[in-house]
């Protein structure tokens, strides 16, 4: 039997197929719904997840910003405490000078205005309050080039003075004399504050220590000789001449011994040499005379020189025998006879002969006596030296010695002339000369 179609199960055959596909379309729409909602899901989820990390980010870099700003602050604060703490003495210092400026300058300006304009007055009190500060400012630019600022210092206080003298005037005539002291005082005591502040500040720029500081003032107080002594012996030399080596010049120079002996002490002690060598020759005619060698050190306990045989010989026989009565030393009509002397004469020594006092009058003065002491030591100081360099090889010249000594070079050859006759003497006479070094 054939199938027969008919119209009616060709329209529900095709209704069929039309819902399935509406279903098959229904359950894509479904799906495509809920894949959407699951990505929209996904995409808020990513949103709020990144919005959080830049807010955990933006968070982070506040704090990094405010710990910068926290340690910059702080540096700064350190950096400006370190300026202060560098700096506060010239702070302290600007600030009492302005304080002071402060008190001065309106009575100055007052003392103008009665008689000018207040333009002029007010004009006129800073040009002379600015001419103190103009002269100070000067002066210290010229001394930290290491030149005199004696000049600026007289405008200083000139101008200080200046001043001060109009606010005590007018300051007493119109507030009276406690007001007028006070402003004087302000125009005098600005400029003392500066001089203090600039003095505090080159004794810092020396880059000595605070002992080696007060040692040279105190040397510069007690020895103000010798310091001036020594500052031209520096400056007059090129290139200056050593500090120390000035000083010890200076001192020969001025006290005429070795540094640490003032003239007190050597006058002193020549004198009470002076009366042991005067005691010495009243009771011995023909006795030595007492050493003035000061401070030269302690002497060393050298062996005295062996008497030649035949000296010793002839000295005891001329003693034994009797001088003949009525007997001089003087020709009458002729010369003697070759005759033994009336003391037996002493081996001559080698050695450097000691500075003796030279012997004055009984009313020489005590002076007089010192100086030639003085002078006598310092030759022999200088022959000792130039006979120390000739037994070293190395003699020295008769411009060093001079220099060394504080003396001309003339004088020098004159030293060096004695030490050569002397040596001369000695090797004719067939002594062996004792280096000087070595006699001490």
Request: aromatic share 6%; with cysteine.
């Amino acid at each position: 039997m054939s199938q027969i179609y008919s119209a009616r199960g060709a329209r529900q055959m095709d209704a069929a197929t039309v819902a399935k596909a509406h279903a098959e379309a229904d359950l894509l729409r479904a799906q495509a719904a809920a894949a959407a909602g699951k990505a929209g899901v996904e995409v808020e989820r990513v949103r709020r997840e990144a919005a959080a990390q830049a807010r955990r980010e933006g968070r982070q870099e506040r704090q990094e910003n405010a710990a910068a700003r926290r340690e910059r602050r702080r540096a700064a604060c350190a950096r400006i405490g370190g300026q202060l703490d560098a700096h506060r003495v010239t702070l302290v210092t600007v600030a009492v000078i302005a304080l002071f400026v402060s008190v001065a300058l309106p009575a100055q300006i007052d003392f103008l205005g009665s008689r000018w304009a207040w333009p002029m007055a007010v004009a006129g009190g800073v040009s002379l309050e600015s001419l103190t500060w103009m002269f100070a400012i000067q002066g210290q630019r010229r001394e930290q080039r290491g030149l005199s600022a004696g000049v600026h210092r007289v405008g200083t206080w000139s101008a200080a003075l200046v001043a001060a003298g109009i606010n005590l005037a007018h300051g007493a005539q119109m507030w009276g004399f406690g007001f007028g002291v006070v402003a004087a005082v302000g125009s005098l005591a600005a400029p003392v504050a500066y001089e203090t502040y600039r003095l505090s500040v080159s004794e810092d720029d020396t880059g000595a220590s605070p002992e080696e500081i007060r040692h040279n003032r105190r040397r510069r107080r007690h020895h103000r000789k010798v310091h001036r002594a020594a500052t031209r012996l520096r400056w007059a030399t090129v290139p200056p001449m050593d500090e120390a080596r000035a000083w010890e010049t200076a001192w020969r120079m001025v006290h005429a011994a070795e540094p640490g002996v003032t003239r007190r002490e050597l006058k002193r002690h020549t004198k009470r040499a002076g009366k042991v060598a005067q005691l010495v020759t009243e009771h011995a005619d023909a006795g030595p005379l007492p050493s003035l060698e000061l401070f030269t050190g302690p002497r060393t306990d050298d062996s005295p020189t062996p008497v030649p045989e035949q000296e010793r010989t002839d000295s005891e026989k001329g003693a034994g025998e009797e001088r003949t009565q009525d007997r001089t030393d003087e020709a009458a009509n002729g010369p003697y006879d070759q005759v033994k002397p009336r003391t037996p004469q002493p081996p001559k020594s080698t050695r450097t002969p000691p500075i003796r006092p030279a012997r004055t009058a009984a009313r020489a003065t005590s002076d007089k006596a010192y100086e030639d002491a003085e002078l006598e030591r310092t030759r022999q100081r200088a022959e000792e030296a130039y006979a120390q360099s000739l037994d070293a090889g190395t003699p020295i010249g008769p411009a060093a010695l001079g220099r060394e000594f504080g003396f001309s070079e003339g004088w020098a050859r004159k030293r060096i002339k004695a030490v050569d006759e002397r040596r001369a003497t000695a090797a004719r006479q067939g002594l062996h000369l004792v280096p000087a070094a070595a006699a001490r």
